[in-house]
């Protein structure tokens, strides 16, 4: 099992792509497209989603996706697991009645919502995102789990930016990611 889920991260690593200097100088972008381009890369990081959460989180209720890259691997992952999956999005992109956090960025001040019944006080859930960088916005979603009343399990990503320290805003949330640089 160890040698197939090295073997699989590998796959996925290899196709991470790295662009400097993107979206702006002394930044260093690290693409998620090919992952999704390739069929066998993308089942690498469901299986290895899957391997996670059915290992630590058995008891999952509902697999909660980040606008937007999040909703790419939250269903594929939900799908397998037999479990609900429900948006996290930017405040204004979800209909009917909706709870929102605002948050603060690096330049301002942003909001995330989810719709009121999408996530029941009491229900277990597992954040997914594609990204941790600075934390923000999954710290964002945490915080709008909890005036849910949900039970937060941990978070997921494909990709840690160990240097930019995300992980310390999520504390004491666990977090999972595939791939650290």
Partial sequence: M???SESKLQLVQRH???????????ILFRDICPILKDPAALTAVTD???E???????QVDLIVGLDARGFLFGPLLAQRLGVG???VRKIGKLPGSTVSVVYDM???KAEVEVQEDGVAPGQKVLLIDDLLATGGTLYAACE?????QADILGCMVVIE????NGIDKLKPHQVFSLLQY
């Fill in 161 to 164: 930016l160990k240097e930019l």
């Fill in 85 to 87: 999956f429900v948006l």
């Fill in 16 to 26: 991470v792509r790295a662009f400097p200097d993107f979206p702006k100088k002394g």
């Fill in 106 to 108: 690096e330049y301002g």
């Fill in 2 to 4: 160890a040698t197939s």
């Fill in 48 to 50: 290895l989603f899957e």
């Fill in 52 to 58: 996670h959460v059915r290992k630590n989180h058995p």
């Fill in 144 to 148: 709008l789990m909890k005036k849910q």
